[in-house]
């Protein structure tokens, strides 16, 4: 009875855990340790806030991250999401993975927003892209380095079509460069080809004191697997093509940033969408006319709020603390002893 157990159980697992969050590369200031410890999907953004340094707002406590070297942290976080496929079997050496749980979709506004916040001055390098979607978040001084990367779907394709794209020197196996949906999946490629391109002619960037934040979403594999099917030959060799150009992207992208990144991987079958039960309250709710602030809140208070309101409360106290002691002396005040201006006047009309 134990042992059907368990091979009930093995036979579950993959299913529900079967995604997979792995570091692919990381520096020695940031310490991943070896094990098969669940990380939630929603948690992501999470370890990479920690990993580069920032606070969240609820504690993590997943022992897959070590405390590591407060002050060395690593100047880039690259975080690469792959739909349709739970595993790409990454076994190089050195790398990390970890079973996923909880698959809901997941972005890394809050990591970008600590970046802006602590570093506005320096303009980091912030860049989330998913190409399949056409939508594309670029801030600081990632207009000027990608300012000329393929972003839409007809640019991409014509970017395949160049004399210096992956095409020219990429195995196609059972792929076809006249189908929509494989050229879909090598323009994620594409991508990640000039990414790393356009990253290596501004290697100054590299360089600065300011931490880089890339964030991509490929759902090339996913289209391929929809349309061949997960079992037909051209499903496993884009996995094996992507298995392979992500550890290339990972390595070049590592050295770009003289070994002081972190490139991280999650493999997702589909995101599960959270259950959202639909309520109606008794007492009728005032349409609200901002669908930008559907839920009526206040504004984000700037991060000087709190010393700018210091020192205005604390001049307008001093202006009226000297207001009232400057009026009580003018009040308590004797004409013939203390003004100077009676005493001047006084004398004049003696002598005259």
């Known amino acids: ?66 405390v590591g070297n407060l002050f060395h942290r690593p100047r880039a976080t690259v975080l690469v999401t792959v739909k349709g496929v739970d595993s790409l079997g990454l076994l190089k ?25 602590f570093f506005s001055e320096e303009t980091p390098v912030v860049l989330q892209l998913a190409p399949s979607e056409e939508r594309v978040y670029m801030v600081g ?62 290697k100054h960037l590299a360089k600065d004191h300011s931490p880089d934040l890339y964030s991509l979403e490929l759902a090339g594999l ?8 997960e079992d037909s030959q051209q499903f496993k060799d884009a996995s094996q093509i992507l298995t392979d150009f992500l550890q290339k992207f990972a390595d070049e992208m590592y050295d770009l940033y003289g070994g002081n990144a972190v490139v991280e991987v999650v493999t997702v079958k589909s995101f599960d969408s959270p259950l959202v039960r639909k309520t109606r309250s008794i007492l009728q709710a005032k349409q609200n006319n901002n669908p930008g602030n559907p839920y009526n809140l206040a504004y984000t208070y700037n991060v000087n709020y709190a010393v700018v309101f210091n020192i205005i409360l604390w001049i307008m106290l001093g202006l009226a603390l000297a207001v009232i002691i400057i009026s009580y002396g003018l009040w308590n005040m004797d004409p013939g002893y203390d003004s100077i201006i009676y005493r001047m006047t006084n004398q004049k009309i003696r002598m005259d």
């Open 1 to 66: 009875m134990t042992m059907a157990a368990l091979a009930l159980l093995a036979l579950l697992l993959p299913g529900v855990l079967g995604n997979e969050f792995s570091v692919l590369r990381s520096p020695e200031s940031v310490v991943f340790r070896d094990g098969k410890w669940p990380i939630p999907g929603d948690r992501i953004p999470d370890v990479a806030a920690l990993s580069m340094g920032f606070s969240v707002e609820e504690d993590l406590s997943w022992p897959g991250l070590a």
């Open 141 to 202: 001084k990632a207009n000027a380095v990608f300012e000329d990367l393929s972003v839409t779907l007809r640019q991409l394709r014509n970017r395949l079509f160049q004399d210096n794209s992956i095409l020219s020197s990429l195995p196609l196996n059972s792929l076809s460069r006249n189908n929509d949906v494989d050229l879909l999946f090598f323009s994620e490629l594409q991508i990640l080809h000039d990414i790393a391109a356009l990253l290596s002619r501004h």
């Open 222 to 229: 996913d289209e391929i697997g929809k349309r061949y099917g």
């Open 93 to 117: 050496n050195g790398v990390v993975s970890y079973p996923l749980e909880n698959a809901v979709p997941f972005s890394l506004d809050s990591v970008a927003n600590s970046i802006h916040t």
